[in-house]
């Protein structure tokens, strides 16, 4: 689309919804702008369905709904629905919206909609995928290839990413969770790889304090928080990588390498996640961690570049058959 175009990222911040906006907008290469909302109570309670806070209103002060108005917004998240709700209001259709992930509301919430194929939302302007967007392009991978980042590019090979999330809405790392966890990254270190680890801030004292310590042993590196999050780097470097399950962006990101994935299953689970590592075992791209390294390839999973020129497309669409006063329902399907 080129920068002539403006896009907003509108999220509440959270990094498993703003990120995908950003590898969206990215891969557009439009003009990006991120905007955060923060309703107050009793409004985010009533998202996504309710209305917008009013003290968070286009005329307020650091409102995240402030003009100009952008060519295209790209949302994530419930609370994020009703603001844009309000955008395809007050620009009265100008503003070509896109949300990912189900918002809830019913297709007709936005212009264009993307959902996971585990998720059930159908319609014309609805567009599936097996995995979500992300920022981690194939030009990203290359270059962090290029230029190792200097806490990964001394250690020993095989090198083994190894991406934790933690207790989630869905998942759970109990005692004997840590445990098993554990227990594989040690057989890996004794077949001699070198880990690279990153954690998260959900991620529980428990097991942050055992990833800690294997990576202590020399050798291995684990980000603490602290300098630049080699998140691209480590993956970008991994012969392998091992994932939790709890974090399904972060398994499908693991999947864009191209390296195998290993997921660590912790206790919980959901149907729809279930479906999620199916569809990826069917695809080749993902095995269950078993504490050992496997060897096998498969053709890298980035649905981003596809999601992008759909919504280019839209919007090309959409002002082609308003400037032949084409009625809505009478616009082709997505393709």
């Not at 999220?11 to 991120?34: F, Q, S, W, Y």
């Not at 002060?61 to 844009?84: E, F, H, K, M, Q």
């Not at 992008?308 to 919007?315: D, G």
Request: glycine share 10%; proline share 10%; charged share 25%.
């Amino acid at each position: 689309m080129g920068p002539a175009r403006t896009a907003w990222v509108l999220t509440d911040g959270k990094a498993g919804d703003e990120a995908p906006c950003l590898g969206v907008a990215e891969a557009l290469g439009c003009r990006i702008e991120t905007r955060r909302v923060a309703p107050r109570a009793p409004f985010a309670l009533l998202m996504p369905w309710g209305p917008p806070d009013p003290g968070e209103r286009s005329d307020r002060p650091g409102s995240p709904l402030a003009p100009p108005l952008p060519d295209l917004v790209i949302a994530s998240g419930r609370r994020a629905i009703p603001y844009v709700r309000a955008i395809r209001r007050a620009s009265r259709g100008r503003t070509f919206t896109v949300i990912l992930k189900d918002p809830r509301t019913g297709p007709a919430s936005a212009d264009l909609i993307w959902v996971p194929e585990h998720d059930r939302l159908r319609g014309r302007n609805v567009i599936v995928t097996l995995t979500a967007p992300h920022r981690l392009s194939a030009a990203r991978l290359v270059a962090a290839r290029a230029v190792p980042d200097p806490r990964l590019a001394g250690l020993g090979r095989p090198r083994v990413a190894v991406l934790v999330g933690g207790d989630s809405r869905h998942h759970r790392f109990t005692p004997e969770d840590v445990g098993r966890l554990r227990a594989g990254l040690d057989s890996l270190v004794q077949e001699g790889a070198a880990l690279m680890i990153t954690a998260s801030r959900r991620t529980p004292p428990g097991l942050r304090l055992a990833l800690a310590e294997l990576a202590g042993r020399g050798g291995h590196f684990l980000w603490d928080g602290t300098g630049d999050n080699p998140y691209v780097a480590l993956l970008a470097l991994a012969e392998a990588v091992v994932v939790t399950a709890d974090s399904t962006n972060m398994v499908g990101e693991a999947a864009a390498t191209g390296a195998p994935v290993l997921v660590f299953e912790p206790s919980g689970g959901h149907p729809k996640v279930s479906s999620y590592l199916e569809g990826l075992r069917r695809h080749g791209a993902v095995r269950p961690f078993r504490g050992r390294l496997e060897a096998f390839r498969y053709e890298p999973l980035d649905t981003t570049p596809e999601i992008a020129m759909a919504v280019a497309r839209e919007m090309e669409l959409r002002e082609a058959m308003l400037r032949i006063g084409r009625p809505e329902h009478e616009w082709p399907p997505l393709t």
